[in-house]
């Protein structure tokens, strides 16, 4: 149990439709990943969230968009949905402190999301 | 830029036998290497980290890994395999500070009765 926590854990849209997909932090982390697993692949860097704010973003276009709220949840915005955008959708938390340097992610469940 | 390779998509193994599983990576800065575990339905767990400091490093469930330098590698062992250890695997590498990983593309572990 990692104490993060992403709804929903299952999702069907069609091509051209937005979604948003949620995740929790574990309590008193102030970063936030997200990472996209297609099938048969390793997970790849979407962006990251540290104290509300983009903080490295990896190969993905502007209609891949988080937010990052103070209570430790956040969320993942994908308008116009393509058909690879199937995949398995990973939030992962960490804490990161000036000076101190901690690696360790804490990854959800994920959300399988389904563009149709 | 960074990359991690992992060799051999899908490995099989008996119960009990020696469990190797091959990761190398590319950087051009001192790497912070992890090994992640993902059963199905879930999500990633981690197994065992290498940032500094001593190159073998022990993790959970048995496993240990070692930083290879010179070899760019940091392979995944366990002395002997059990049924529970069936899963998918994953090698990342990362830098200080980052908390960006570059995960391969996973190794999948069959145990065999």
């Known amino acids: 149990e990692t104490g993060v926590t992403q709804s929903p854990t299952h999702l069907i849209k069609t091509r051209g439709q937005q979604v948003t997909l949620r995740c929790s932090s574990q309590?008193?982390?102030?970063?936030v990943s997200w990472y996209q697993q297609a099938l048969g692949q390793g997970p790849q860097f979407i962006f990251q969230y540290y104290r509300e704010e983009e903080n490295g973003r990896g190969n993905f276009p502007p209609r891949f968009s988080g937010l990052q709220f103070p209570n430790y949840s956040s969320e993942l915005n994908v308008n116009a949905l393509e058909l690879d955008d199937s995949a398995l959708y990973l939030c992962?938390?960490?804490?990161?402190?000036?000076?101190?340097?901690?690696?360790?992610?804490?990854f959800g469940s994920g959300t399988q999301l389904s563009v149709l | 830029a960074q990359s991690v390779t992992q060799l051999g998509s899908h490995v099989s193994v008996s119960e009990g036998a020696l469990v190797l599983l091959r990761c190398n990576y590319s950087s051009s800065v001192p790497p912070y290497l992890f090994w992640y575990v993902q059963y199905p339905n879930q999500g990633l767990q981690l197994l065992l980290k290498?940032?500094?400091?001593?190159?073998l490093v022990k993790g959970i469930n048995g496993f240990e890994a070692e930083f290879k330098k010179s070899e760019t590698s940091f392979h995944l062992t366990k002395p002997s395999a059990h049924m529970s250890d069936a899963a998918e695997y994953f090698c990342a590498v990362s830098t200080s500070g980052t908390y960006k990983y570059i995960f391969g593309t996973g190794t999948r572990l069959k145990v065999l009765a």
């Open positions: 992962a938390s960490s804490w990161r402190g000036q000076g101190v340097t901690n690696e360790k992610l804490f």
């Open positions: 290498y940032t500094t400091g001593a190159t």
């Open positions: 309590s008193g982390h102030n970063t």
